[in-house]
């Protein structure tokens, strides 16, 4: 039986990093040109927003131990904000650290993070992009917030830092830096949080497949969801053997990130975009968030980040 894809809310500008709240049955996901975090709550079909002043809004991650603290990232900033989920403001803010606060990154931004299943925030920068496709390549990084207010650095010359995934033997991380075109994958050590190792285990030009790679997750068989920008679609990926299992087609061809959720984990929650590229606007449902169902996978909820002392 074929998948089931649903359109299941408003649209978005450049919706991306769903996370999955398994306590409260939660989607949150980001608006990052909207600057909004978003909160859609699937039982009472529920949409609510908070707009954030002071540049994109790229991630939200969930604090552990807390049910109204987030982590997001404004610009080249990680802060720590408190929002109650329904008002219309956030009620408190902290900055945790500025990143690339130098000549010539003053324009760069953070892009895609998560926390890993120990709690670590993982969270990765890219260079400016005045207009889609025409990218100031390899200014970006990938961090790890090792202090309340200090980071690790541990790559550099990325051009658009992207999707996360851990094993669930918690011995490899995925990444993607998407212009590459390629899932990449590292050996990962989770005690002390340090990858190495890098190897390529798909490419998308060896599949013929256009569009970039963006989010992704992964499944408890261990195999990838991957998005792809301009290509409509999300991928289906055995990591081990390279394998392409399967492809999902939507409705929308910019194509930016999945998430498992659900009472049982086997939805998967499905962020697009409508960026004008080249003078030609995204028709609807471009920039909605879509729930694919039938799958037959299941995932894990999201990770919620420790704040480090």
């Known amino acids: 039986m074929a998948p089931v894809i649903e359109v299941i809310t408003e649209r978005v500008t450049l919706g991306e990093g769903p996370h999955w709240d398994e306590a409260t049955q939660t989607l949150y996901f980001v608006d990052i040109f909207g600057q909004a975090i978003h909160k859609y709550v699937p039982s009472t079909n529920t949409h609510t927003k908070v707009v954030i002043e002071g540049g994109p809004v790229t991630m939200v991650v969930p604090v552990e131990g807390t049910s109204d603290q987030f982590v997001i990232s404004i610009g080249r900033k990680l802060v720590l904000v408190t929002w109650d989920g329904v008002s219309g403001k956030i009620s408190n803010s902290e900055l945790l650290i500025e990143v690339e606060n130098k000549t010539g990154y003053f324009n760069n931004r953070f892009n895609d993070g998560k926390a890993d299943p120990s709690g670590r925030l993982w969270a990765g920068t890219m260079g400016p992009e005045p207009e889609i496709g025409k990218l100031e390549k390899e200014k970006g990084a990938l961090y ?87 290509g409509g679609c999300l991928l289906h990926i055995n990591p081990r053997t390279s394998e392409l299992i399967s492809t999902i087609n939507f409705p929308a061809r910019q194509i930016t990130a999945a998430a498992f959720g659900g009472p049982n984990l086997d939805e998967l929650y499905v962020t697009s975009a409508q960026l004008v590229v080249n003078g030609v606007k995204q028709a609807h449902p471009a920039g909605a968030v879509f729930r694919v169902t039938g799958t037959g996978a299941r995932g894990q909820p999201g990770f919620k980040v420790k704040i480090p002392k």
């Open 144 to 230: 790890t917030l090792i202090g309340k207010h200090q980071v690790k650095t541990h790559l550099t010359k990325v051009s658009i830092a992207n999707g996360l995934a851990w094993n669930l033997e918690l011995k490899k991380m995925y990444y993607i830096d998407s212009p590459r075109r390629t899932i990449d994958e590292y050996d990962y050590n989770i005690d002390k949080g340090e990858i190495c190792n890098r190897k390529v285990v798909f490419n998308l030009d060896l599949h013929n497949i256009p569009g970039v790679p963006d989010g992704m997750t992964m499944d408890t068989d261990g195999n990838l969801w991957v998005a792809v920008f301009d």
